[in-house]
């Protein structure tokens, strides 16, 4: 300081002159509009990226694995009933279905659900959807009124779930409700739903990995670092 601190101090003190004398007020509305200007140009693609533009169309609805069929995804456990809504539910309507067993009695008519205390194949009962069947074969029915995925057979639609794509895609928001109970906890990496083609990534993935929940959905941001 002894050494440079008067010339340093000059150098700042005629910046601090400069500054002032620039920044007239026209001049500062004109720098901050810049700044923000920036700041959106930069948000708006990321918006962009995080927009459920990129599903496909063609997938299909498999539960208790992905629709590759692999059986090394296969997920072992029982299930009740799958539910979507093409819309998020509110955190205290959520709750009141997630405690109730149904969302019918609030208001909260789903888009599409299908209740595993039926016989198989399992039917959309907003008939929105087709229908769920055994693949490569049927499984077993525990006494609880739900079906028992072993590992070996699994639930795949009949055909595209296309309208439900295209709901999400125009909503841009989804709400997915899932009853069921895991089999195992350990060495696990199972796909419990998943909207998803034989090959490329998935729309929707809700997979156990071990005792943890994976929920994983697509779109450009994410379809970059599925994991």
Not at 51 to 69: E, K
Not at 86 to 91: E, G, K, N, R, T
Not at 134 to 140: G, R, V
């Amino acid at each position: 300081f002894e050494l440079c601190g008067r010339s340093v101090l000059r150098s700042f003190s005629a910046c601090e002159r400069a500054l002032v004398t620039f920044l007239t007020m026209p001049r500062a509305v004109l720098i901050l509009l810049a700044y923000f200007g920036l700041w959106l140009a930069i948000c708006v693609p990321l918006q962009e990226e995080t927009r459920l533009n990129n599903w496909s169309p063609d997938a299909l609805l498999a539960v208790g694995n992905g629709a590759s069929g692999r059986l090394a995804s296969a997920w072992k456990g029982e299930m009740f009933r799958l539910e979507f809504w093409d819309y998020a539910l509110p955190s205290e309507l959520a709750r009141a279905v997630t405690s109730s067993g149904s969302g019918d009695a609030y208001g909260a008519v789903s888009l599409a659900a299908y209740d595993f205390s039926d016989s198989s194949p399992f039917h959309d009962r907003q008939h929105l959807l087709p229908d769920l069947a055994w693949t490569p074969k049927a499984s077993a029915r525990s006494d609880s009124k739900a079906i028992v995925l072993d590992g070996k057979s699994w639930l795949a639609s009949r055909g595209p779930v296309s309208a439900l794509v295209n709901d999400v895609q125009k909503t841009r928001q989804f709400t997915v409700r899932v009853l069921c109970r895991p089999a195992e906890v350990d060495r696990i990496d199972g796909r419990i739903v998943s909207l998803s083609q034989a090959s490329g990534p998935a729309n929707l993935e809700i997979r156990q990995e071990d005792s943890d929940l994976v929920f994983w959905f697509r779109n450009p941001l994410s379809v970059k670092r599925s994991r």
